[in-house]
């Protein structure tokens, strides 16, 4: 497990395609809902790229953008919260970005509650996806 102040990644024995499913349905138990995913392998090999697996996976919760948007419309260019999939040499991670930064970005904003309850979550995704 990394926790940097920016992103929080563990590591998985689970394989590529089912820590991506992993993500989705713990995505769904935490109230959440994935809105896009982002397949950036697919994208980049169709352009002669090789590189590894790697998915970006959007999720939101109504209730929470609404309440930072109405802080701050300029936060919705940090969002919607993003969670990644990808394999280096062999080995999955799950990693997301740490919405406490939005608080660092946004001083001025008072988000820094909220940023806490959805950074919980987003945490609570990613250790249950890896499990």
Not at 57 to 63: F, S, T
Not at 64 to 72: G, M, N, R, S, W
Not at 100 to 120: M, N, R, S, Y
């Amino acid at each position: 497990m990394t926790t940097q102040g920016m992103y929080y990644t563990v590591a998985t024995d689970k394989g590529f395609d089912a820590a991506v499913a992993s993500v989705e349905e713990a995505t769904t138990a935490q109230g959440m809902k994935v809105l896009h995913i982002h397949d950036v392998q697919a994208t980049l090999q169709s352009k002669g790229y090789v590189v590894e697996p790697l998915k970006i996976i959007e999720i939101c919760n109504a209730h929470y953008a609404y309440e930072v948007l109405a802080k701050d419309v300029m936060i919705s260019l940090m969002m919607p919260c993003k969670i990644n999939v990808f394999t280096r040499e062999g080995q999955t991670y799950i990693s997301a970005l740490r919405p406490t930064i939005l608080a660092k970005f946004f001083p001025g904003a008072g988000v820094d509650e909220i940023a806490l309850q959805v950074d919980a979550k987003i945490r609570a995704i990613v250790d249950a996806a890896s499990r």
